[in-house]
Structures are given as structure tokens and as C-alpha cells.
């Protein structure tokens, strides 16, 4: 048997004489990277670019629901929104962990659980993003629009001096 061509699958051998596997069908850590256009001059959301980065890859999201809920209500609401996450075609398994299939997927899913009523925090890719209910949440929210908006921000100072 020759092994110079032979790649190994688990504990299956595929030799010379047979088809490879096509790439979706690949363990993986065979598949090749995916493309980045990645252009330096406009480096833009680092969330974004690192949402294409997980493209094609597994990618692991811990979610913690609120403390006051009931471990059946934490259960109820966990599965409410797998099954939501699958209604918009996003693959997740539901532990107090969502796996998604394709890490590309894993922040409009962030995006929708942030906005649940019974979500505490996710963390993903060692960034946690708190629920907007939460104090915390609604003062990322604040930040975030300040970036967004900083000429709207100055206009607001300025209306806060003048009333002084």
C-alpha cells in the first residue's frame, strides 16, 4: 500500500485509485482559508473582517440568560431561540453553548440574541457582548452610537453649555 498520496480520515484510507472528497466535505481542518479582500487602506470594522474570517469555520458562542430566571425558564427561552436561529437558516446547537457550522453566521445570531429580553451576556472570539436590557448593555449602546454619531455628540455638549 502506498502512502505517499494516501490522506488519512479518521480511520478511513483514501488511496491513489480513488475521487476526492469535494472541499464541503472535507474534515475542517482541510478545507483551505477562506478569501479575505483585505485592503490595509481601509481597515473599516475589525468585527466585520473578523466575521469573514470565520467563514466556512466552526465557531462557538457562550450565552448566559439572566440570573432570576428558572433553570426550566433558562431551558424554555434557550430553546426558543435555537429554534429562531433556524428559522433564519443560521445552524446552531443548543447547549449553554450555540456551535455554529459556519462562524460567519455567529454575529447576526449575536445580533439577535443581544436583543432578547432574558439575555445576560454571549461571549465570542473572547469579546463579550452584553444583553441591551441589561445596564451594561444600554450603556455599550450609549458608546456605540457615540462613535457612530461624534458630530451629534458635540451638538449635545454645546446645548448642555449653553443652558449652564
Do not use: Y
Not at 91 to 120: H, N, P, T, Y
Not at 130 to 159: D, F, Q, V, Y
Amino acid at each position: 500500500m502506498k502512502f505517499n498520496h494516501a490522506v488519512m480520515f479518521t480511520k478511513h484510507i483514501i488511496q491513489e485509485d480513488e475521487e476526492p472528497l469535494p472541499e464541503d466535505e472535507l474534515p475542517e481542518h482541510l478545507r483551505p482559508q477562506p478569501k479575505l479582500n483585505f485592503d490595509p487602506s481601509n481597515i473599516g470594522d475589525p468585527e466585520e473582517l473578523l466575521k469573514m474570517s470565520k467563514k466556512g469555520r466552526t465557531l462557538m458562542m457562550f450565552v448566559q440568560v439572566k440570573e432570576e430566571l428558572s433553570p426550566e425558564r433558562a431551558e424554555e427561552v434557550t430553546k426558543l431561540w435555537q429554534g429562531s436561529l433556524f428559522n433564519n437558516h443560521i445552524q446552531a446547537e443548543r447547549r449553554a453553548i450555540f456551535m455554529f457550522k459556519d462562524g460567519s453566521q455567529a454575529w447576526d445570531a449575536k445580533d439577535f440574541l443581544v436583543e432578547q429580553q432574558e439575555l445576560q451576556e454571549c461571549s465570542m472570539e473572547n469579546k463579550v457582548h452584553h444583553g441591551r436590557h441589561t445596564p451594561e448593555g444600554k450603556k455599550e449602546l450609549k458608546e456605540a452610537e457615540a462613535r457612530k454619531n461624534p458630530k451629534a455628540n458635540k451638538s449635545k455638549k454645546k446645548k448642555k453649555k449653553e443652558e449652564l
